[in-house]
Every structure is written in structure tokens, then in C-alpha cells.
């Protein structure tokens, strides 16, 4: 294609003017490093939002049944059937959950407790993340305790040395007013056995107890809170939510693992979007510069204008020349920095030698920057140079199109 030889020659051509030069790499370097930021940024929004997503996914299963309205339901044999005749669910498990006023020596805290039968481990992968002690709920005629690591910690429980076992107190069911206060209330206590530590909106709520604790401490033999849900495969958890929520009625809600946090994932999505649109408005100033280097460009080159004109070329080839000069230099810049994000990219994967600080002592769940890698990044940051890069070219060159004589 004429136009695309002339804009390519013209890129890396010397100009009598210096700073032409200058703002034309200018102009290549800052596509360049704006390219880098958004696949790193984002590569990093992706690790992170990985991260959040594993951890939430831990604790959450990929299907949960609960009341549409109020706490808890009772349970039928029905819904067993039902939950067991649906194809590619793998297991499933029934939980009771009650808020709670806990007691362990001198310190008090309020927290929740959640029954689970012996399937919950099956359910979700909570067993990997029990950091002290060990995963255990029920034995022969003990009941035992896997307690969040902040409601843990302040308290100072000491599951792997300490019996002391924990007071555990709820409203009793049916009671509004009574003689004595603490005939309101139900206190039983349990061992802790374990402490497990999530994300801290798991560490600083939950108690795991075994169904049968929970159902004999809320007067609830019953009653249940959700049936929560392992599936076969995640890409058949709608299928299986609209089967499940069609045999279940409008009395029940069903929801994907999704939807059960539905906030938290509209919140990440939105910082995700606002973050991408920072660094594409950084962009569009940067792109200022190639307005700033073709028109300068076009001044310069007047005289060649003339001669393409004068040798049959009309306005649309001048203008396609300069068209492509501007998006050559804009994609060529892009492409480098593309590169070099994915690099950078790949080293931390590889290396994790960008660290999120905090020391030896530190609490996060990871001491470096997670970061994967998106094929769909890459053409979104290519899409964004190629607009930002078509709108800024079109100008200079459409005035370069029109007419060589305002040039000379």
C-alpha cells in the first residue's frame, strides 16, 4: 500500500527540525510506557481479584440453598430427594448459623456460630486453612470448636496446649420475657480444636461447631440455615442453580457461588473499570503529543504534499499518509510497551520479586504482588492505543488532506 510505504518512511526519516524528532519518540515512548502500566495493572487486578476469589471460594460453596425469608427452614426429607436427584452435584452438606456471646476465661466476644455436619470439609476446602491445631467438630461424645484466628487471638485460646473450654451463649428460642435473665439465654460450652484463618471477614465472625451443637444450643433440632453444595464442574453451576431453584419454589433461594457475594464482585469490577479508565485518560494526554508531532509533520513536508498532489495523489492519500504515521508510531510504541508489561509480568510469577512489604511479621495472605495474565488485557489495551491513537491522527491529517497551500 503507497500510503503505508510513505508514513513508514516518513516515521524513521531524519527531519530538518530536531525537535520533531524528539516529539515523535516522545510520543512512541509514552504510548510505550502507557501500554506497560495497563497490562500490569491490570495483570495485578487480575492476581488479586484470583486471590480474593480462592479465598472466598473456600469458604463459600458453589450452590447455596437458603429461606427467602427469615433464618431458617425446616428440613424435609423432600429436599434431600430432590438435592440428590439432580444431576452433578457431587455433595452437599446442611448448616445452622446463630450469632453468639462467647466467653473464654476473662475475655468476651460476639461472633457466629456455624454448625456443619461432617460433609462441610467435602463442600469447601476450609480444612487447608486451619492454622492451629486441627480440624476436628465431633468425637464419640466431645464437641469441639474450629474458631476464627481474630476471634481466636484476642481472646487468647490456646488450642494446642490449653482445655479450657469455650462458653458459648445465644437467646433462647421462644423466650421474650422471664424471671430470671438467664433463663433467656442458652449456654453450653465446647473445646476449641482448631483456628483457621481465612480472610478476616471469616477469621473475625465465625465459630464452626458440628450440626448437632449448634441445633442442641439454639433449640432448633429441625431447623436449618442453608444446604450448601459442591458441583461436578462450575461451568454447570447455572444449570443446576435453575433446576434446583424450579424444584425448590419461590419459598427458597438459590444462589451461585456469585451471588452470594454479589457487592464484593460489582466492587472489584468497578475499581477494575475506574482503573482502567484512569490510565486510558493518562493515554489520551500522552496521544496530545502526536497531534503536537504531525502537525509539525505536516508543516515540514508541505512541499511533498505538493508533488504527491502533483503527481495524480488526492487528499485522501495525503491524509491516509499522515493517518498511518500517527498510528504507526502510536501501535509501534504500544506493541514495545505491551512487550515489555508482559515480561515484567512474567518475572513475577516466575520470581515474585516485587513484595507487598510488612516483613516476616507481616499478616497478609501473601508477602508479593499477585499477578496473572489475561490474553483479553491485551487486546483491550490494544483496542483502547488504537482508538486513542485514530482519534488523535485523524485531525492533523484530515487538515493535511484538505489543501498543501496552508502549509506553504
Keep these: ?7 513508514f518512511r ?8 530536531n525537535a520533531i524528532n524528539i516529539i515523535s519518540w516522545v510520543s512512541m515512548l509514552g504510548m510505550g510506557f502507557g501500554a506497560m502500566a495497563l497490562i500490569c495493572v491490570l495483570s495485578v487486578f487480575n492476581g488479586f481479584e484470583g486471590l480474593v476469589l480462592s479465598l472466598y471460594n473456600s469458604f463459600y460453596p458453589d450452590i447455596e440453598i437458603s429461606a427467602a425469608s427469615g433464618k431458617t427452614f425446616t428440613e424435609q426429607p423432600e429436599h434431600i430427594k430432590i438435592i440428590t436427584a439432580t ?33 462441610y470439609v467435602h463442600v469447601t476446602s476450609i480444612e487447608q486453612y486451619v492454622r492451629f491445631g486441627e480440624y476436628l467438630l465431633e468425637e464419640d461424645s466431645m464437641q469441639y470448636a474450629v474458631i476464627g484466628a481474630n476471634i481466636s487471638f484476642p481472646m487468647n485460646i490456646d488450642v494446642e496446649r490449653g482445655m479450657e473450654p469455650l462458653s458459648v451463649t445465644v437467646p433462647r428460642r421462644g423466650v421474650k420475657t422471664a424471671f430470671m435473665p438467664e433463663d433467656m439465654f442458652n449456654t453450653m460450652h465446647i473445646i476449641p480444636a482448631g483456628v483457621f484463618s481465612i480472610q478476616q471477614e471469616f477469621d473475625s ?11 442442641a444450643l439454639t433449640d432448633n433440632e429441625n431447623e436449618l440455615s442453608a444446604y450448601e453444595i459442591k458441583v461436578d464442574d462450575p461451568a454447570n453451576i447455572e444449570r443446576i442453580k435453575k433446576q434446583l431453584q424450579t424444584a425448590f419454589g419461590n419459598e427458597f433461594k438459590v ?14 469490577l468497578i475499581e477494575r473499570w475506574v482503573t482502567t479508565a484512569i490510565l486510558a485518560f493518562i493515554i489520551l494526554i500522552i496521544s496530545f503529543n502526536i497531534v503536537g508531532s504531525l502537525t509539525m509533520l505536516v508543516i515540514e513536508k508541505s512541499k511533498d504534499i505538493s508533488i504527491i498532489k502533483a503527481l495524480g495523489g488526492n487528499g485522501s492519500l495525503v491524509q491516509k499518509v499522515y493517518l498511518l504515521n500517527g498510528l504507526f508510531a502510536a501501535l509501534i510504541g504500544a506493541g514495545a510497551g505491551m512487550l515489555v508489561g508482559y515480561h515484567i509480568c512474567f518475572l513475577q510469577i516466575q520470581f515474585h ?3 507487598l512489604g510488612g516483613g516476616s511479621g507481616s499478616t497478609f495472605v501473601i508477602d508479593y ?12 489495551t490494544f483496542g483502547i492505543i488504537l482508538f486513542i491513537s485514530l482519534g488523535a491522527a485523524y485531525f492533523p491529517s484530515r487538515k493535511a488532506g484538505l489543501s498543501e497551500m496552508q502549509f506553504k
Excluded: W
Aim: net charge positive; charged share 25%.
Design 87 to 119: 444431576p452433578g452435584i457431587v455433595v452437599y452438606c446442611k448448616t445452622l448459623e446463630e450469632n453468639a456471646y462467647l466467653e473464654y476465661g476473662d475475655e468476651k466476644q460476639l461472633g457466629t456460630i456455624k454448625g456443619v455436619d461432617a460433609q
Design 353 to 355: 520479586f516485587i513484595g
Design 205 to 215: 465472625k465465625y465459630v464452626l461447631t458440628s450440626l448437632n451443637f449448634a441445633r
Design 369 to 380: 504482588y499477585p499477578v496473572e495474565l489475561h490474553v483479553s488485557d491485551f487486546f483491550l
Design 1 to 7: 500500500m503507497l500510503a503505508a510505504r510513505i508514513a
Design 10 to 17: 516518513y516515521l524513521f526519516s531524519k527531519k530538518s527540525t
Design 255 to 268: 444462589l451461585g457461588r456469585y451471588e452470594q457475594k454479589a457487592e464484593m464482585y460489582r466492587v472489584m
